[in-house]
């Protein structure tokens, strides 16, 4: 039997972190609850996660279409990819995120094309895991 294991997905963002993962064939992708980077519980809460899903393997959306905000958004994923690698034991593999967080919007809208404003902000929150799981279907896609 083939086995597969779990795949992480990670959407960073300055103020907010969308996670999404895969099940252990790989077939369903399913969003998870963001993260507030800024909060001091953050890191405690992200190693949570990595115990409750223990994925094998970590894809980090990494921006290559934004020249405007590229280079300082670049820097600070790369100090976030290398402090999960020298904190974690797990692979962390960059993934072009261009437009994901738009397709993400699309996606959300579709769904519910008429919500209150208090369904927008649950909507606003919820865009980061859901873009994070486009990025874990781009790189599954790739790699099949």
């Given at each position: ?71 300082r ?13 020298k904190?974690f ?18 996606h959300?809208?579709e ?12 909507k ?21």
């Amino acid at each position: 039997m083939n086995t597969k294991e779990r795949i992480l997905a990670i959407d960073f963002g300055l103020k907010r972190i969308g996670f999404a993962v895969t099940d252990e064939l790989q077939i369903t992708i399913t969003p998870l609850p963001i993260l507030e980077l800024q909060k001091p519980d953050f890191w405690s809460r992200f190693t949570s996660l990595l115990e409750e899903y223990d994925p094998k393997q970590i894809i980090l959306g990494y921006p290559q279409h934004d020249l405007e905000t590229q280079n300082r958004v670049q820097r600070q994923i790369m100090e976030f990819k290398n402090r999960i690698e020298k904190n974690f034991t797990i692979t962390v593999t960059l993934q072009d995120e261009s437009y994901t967080s738009e397709r993400a919007s699309e996606h959300l809208n579709e769904i519910n094309p008429k919500r209150s404003k208090k369904k927008r902000k649950q909507k606003k929150e919820n865009l980061d895991s859901v873009a994070a799981a486009f990025i874990l279907q781009s790189f599954l896609k790739k790699d099949s």
